[in-house]
């Protein structure tokens, strides 16, 4: 195991550059570093994927689709920070699972640890539990606690990044370290054999 570095792939759902999520995902990533881990974060903004058209992909996928298949292919683990957008899961963080799921699954046997960050008094209540299906549906373990609602976001941060609420703070790094221990042992499971 001592020859395996867990890899992370890190998104936020949201593209607003000052979004909520990209700053809880800051956190998470700061935390995830302090084990030992490769840390790679894709920004869905820059990678400009198409709106999800089977159409698009009959002369080979878009650049962007490949390149998020590849980023979600050499993970181990991923971290999503998942705004929720009208009680649901976002636009942008749905059409990217369905390109990078599309034709082949490379999200299959990976761990996720999600959470969130929204204005409203639940969270992301809602895109969490709708984000757990769809995850669920292409074969991604995800620990089932500590579950992270950060609630009355635009109140929830300080001018640093960090967030007001410690106790909120411990629990998205129990859920990083906890799904960082889970990798581990999947990994050494397997070489086990």
Do not use: C
């Amino acid at each position: 195991m001592e020859n395996h570095t867990l890899h992370v792939l890190a998104m936020a759902g949201s593209l607003r550059a000052e979004s909520y999520n990209r700053k809880a995902l800051q956190i998470a990533k700061k935390t995830a570093s302090e084990f030992d881990v490769d840390i790679h974060e894709i920004d869905l903004k820059a990678l400009a994927l198409p709106v999800f058209d089977a159409d698009l992909r009959k002369d080979g996928f878009p650049e962007p689709v490949l390149k998020l298949k590849k980023a979600v292919e050499t993970a181990d683990i991923i971290l999503i920070a998942a705004p929720e957008y009208n009680h649901s899961i976002a636009g942008s963080l749905k059409n990217a699972i369905d390109w990078a799921s599309d034709k082949t699954n490379p999200f299959s046997g990976k761990v996720a640890a999600i959470f969130g960050a929204s204005t409203g008094i639940f969270g992301t209540l809602r895109s969490q539990l709708q984000l757990r299906q769809i995850l669920a549906s292409l074969n991604v373990e995800m620990l089932p606690q500590p579950q992270v609602y950060i609630r009355s976001a635009s109140e929830a941060f300080l001018p640093d990044g960090s967030l007001v609420d410690s106790r909120i703070t411990k629990q998205l790094h129990l859920l990083i370290e906890e799904t960082i221990k889970l990798a581990r042992r999947n990994i050494e499971n397997k070489i086990k054999g």
